[in-house]
């Protein structure tokens, strides 16, 4: 079991371009998340989804977009890439009885 | 809006003794309560959790207590090891949350040898 991964593990972006950060976990999990962690501050809910083809924002969405094809992948795309984006991401999954998820060792993003 | 918050942004103690973590939150609504530790360049993982129907939950050297009517909760890690040596995330959830989780912004915690 590889657990969650996530690519790439470090990336610099100019402003105004975009990417997709990806997120795959072979667990067979139902609910997958996306997370951003800023400097001296808690992980925020990006957005997460509950199942292939289902998905919802969380506290932080604007700015970027997801979509959940397969059970196993979780692609975080971001569009237009701001300053304000720089930050490390994490992706995480979980199974509904499981609140304690499994997360990625993170794609950590500076846009200059 | 923090309704998690981690008020200690440091924390450092002398490998053997207690390490003693604190969390408040503010939404009554969370009824599960989580730590997580984190390693530099490594994502968050699962410590120990506590329902909202009890209040101490003990695993080993870590022992979470919850004090509902004060909205806090604490980490004691005892005795402590520099092993122990990383970033510690309180999170919390409601039953309407599912399984999405709130943060607090985290405690690094430096056990010295």
């Known amino acids: 079991n590889a657990g969650v991964t996530q690519t790439p593990k470090f990336r610099i972006l100019k402003i105004g371009q975009s990417m997709t950060l990806q997120c795959t976990q072979d667990?067979?999990?139902?609910?997958m998340y996306w997370y951003r962690q800023d400097p001296g501050m808690g992980l925020k809910l990006i957005y997460y989804?509950?199942?292939?083809?289902?998905?919802d924002k969380g506290e932080v969405p604007n700015g970027y977009n997801v979509s959940r094809s397969t059970t196993e992948d979780f692609p975080l795309r971001l569009e237009l890439a701001a300053p304000s984006q720089t930050s490390v991401y994490f992706c995480?999954?979980?199974?509904?009885?499981?609140?304690?998820?499994?997360f990625g060792p993170g794609t950590r993003l500076t846009v200059l | 809006d923090q309704q998690v918050k981690q008020n200690s942004p440091s924390l450092s103690v002398q490998e053997g003794r207690i390490s003693i973590l604190n969390c408040d939150y503010t939404?009554?609504?969370?009824?599960?309560f989580l730590w997580y530790k984190k390693y530099p360049a490594e994502g968050p993982t699962f410590l120990i959790s506590i329902s909202s129907i009890k209040d101490k939950n003990e695993d080993g050297r870590f022992t979470v207590f919850l004090n509902k009517s004060a909205k806090h909760l604490s980490l004691h890690i005892v005795p402590s090891q520099p092993g122990d040596s990383a970033v510690y995330f309180c999170?919390?959830?409601?039953?309407?949350?599912?399984?999405?989780?709130?943060f607090g912004e985290g405690t690094q915690l430096t056990v010295n040898p």
């Open positions: 995480a999954s979980t199974t509904p009885k499981g609140p304690s998820g499994f």
């Open positions: 667990m067979n999990h139902n609910y």
């Open positions: 999170a919390a959830q409601s039953e309407t949350s599912g399984s999405r989780l709130t």
């Open positions: 939404n009554s609504m969370f009824d599960y």
């Open positions: 989804s509950v199942g292939a083809g289902i998905t």
